[in-house]
């Protein structure tokens, strides 16, 4: 029988042969997507001992001596949204993947976090083991590359850098372009929007286009022999294209270019397969909310009432 803990330093030794083989990582953090995906179990359990600067936070699932699973957890940009960003399952085993979810849920409670969120792989083995665990799929989205610096063409995009009074002018355009069932899970509100900005594992730039004193395109973008980006944009003048040529003029001394798009983003799944993007993966989005949102009682005179039959 497993039992889940927190790692102890007497596990150096266990986890030298456990990583005798190298493990796949089933949770998809952001900034490790398209990249070497693979999880290093040693490396999140040192990053444990040093979780007062990393913010991590590791359990791994023991029998007797032999460690057969391991999870970690990290807080997004406020402590308040948690997300998994390792999980290995050695044997394959729903009980140890249960586990395993059971003592983190317990353990970011504690942090007084309100939301977990993890991507897996469409059809990820770990996946009904997640649904028990409460875990509740709401989201789809598939992961694109080009392989190549993309060829950027002139554009009239009039992007400009973001500033800090934007902050609300981007959750109303993400408020508009997000279907409500993602909304309600991602950013109901913008404080829970704000804690739920994943990590890009780098620095990143935002550029906006604001038509008639309405942001209308958001692009995120990381430079780099990788670079990434993200687009929202809601009913503008320019054509996708015109939007991605404007964001490729950012990109073009990357040598290739990744992209992640939401399964509600039609439109943009389509312009990248026509400008060369190839699709890498596909994940679902699970979210776990920990703590119940207050409802506040809407006052109503007795003319307003509804009589119920």
């Known amino acids: 029988m497993s039992s889940p803990r ?10 030298v042969s456990f990583d005798g ?4 990582n089933e949770a998809k953090p952001l900034d490790r ?37 391991l ?3 990290r807080p997004r940009a406020k402590r308040s949204a948690w997300e998994v960003d390792a999980l290995i399952d050695v044997d394959e085993d729903e009980e140890v993947a249960l586990s395993l979810f059971s003592r983190m849920i317990s353990g970011i409670t504690k942090q007084r976090g309100e939301r977990i969120f993890l991507r897996l792989d469409v059809g ?12 509740f ?16 063409q002139p554009t009239e995009v009039p992007f400009r850098p973001r500033d800090k009074s934007d902050l609300i002018g981007m959750f109303q355009l993400y408020s508009h372009c997000v279907p409500a069932n993602v909304r309600a899970i991602e950013g109901p509100t913008f404080r829970e929007w704000l804690a739920a900005q994943e990590s890009w594992g780098g620095s990143t730039k935002d550029l906006l286009v604001e038509e008639d004193g309405i ?19 809601q009913s503008t003048r320019f054509s996708t294209e015109e939007v991605l040529q404007g964001a490729f003029s950012h990109l073009n001394a990357s040598r290739q270019v990744l992209c992640l798009v ?36 809407a006052k109503e005179t007795a003319g307003q009432a509804i009589p119920v039959s």
């Open 6 to 15: 927190r790692p102890l330093p007497t596990d150096l030794v266990a986890l």
């Open 21 to 24: 083989r190298v493990h796949p």
């Open 33 to 69: 997507l398209g990249l070497d995906e693979r999880a290093h179990a040693l490396e999140s359990t040192i990053e444990q001992w040093f979780s007062f600067a990393t913010g991590k936070h590791t359990w791994v699932s023991v029998r007797g001596a032999t460690i057969r699973g």
């Open 71 to 73: 999870i970690s957890a």
């Open 124 to 135: 990820s083995h770990v996946s009904e083991a997640a649904r028990k665990a409460g875990f």
């Open 137 to 152: 799929p709401y989201a789809k989205e598939a992961l694109y590359r080009l392989n190549s610096a993309p060829s950027s």
């Open 215 to 233: 942001i209308s395109v958001w692009l995120r973008l990381m430079t780099g022999h990788t670079g990434r980006f993200s687009l929202i944009a």
């Open 262 to 297: 939401p399964e509600y983003n039609g439109a943009w799944t389509a312009s990248l397969e026509r400008l060369g993007f190839d699709r890498l993966a596909s994940y679902t989005c699970y979210a776990q909310r920990l703590v119940k949102p207050v409802e506040e009682l």
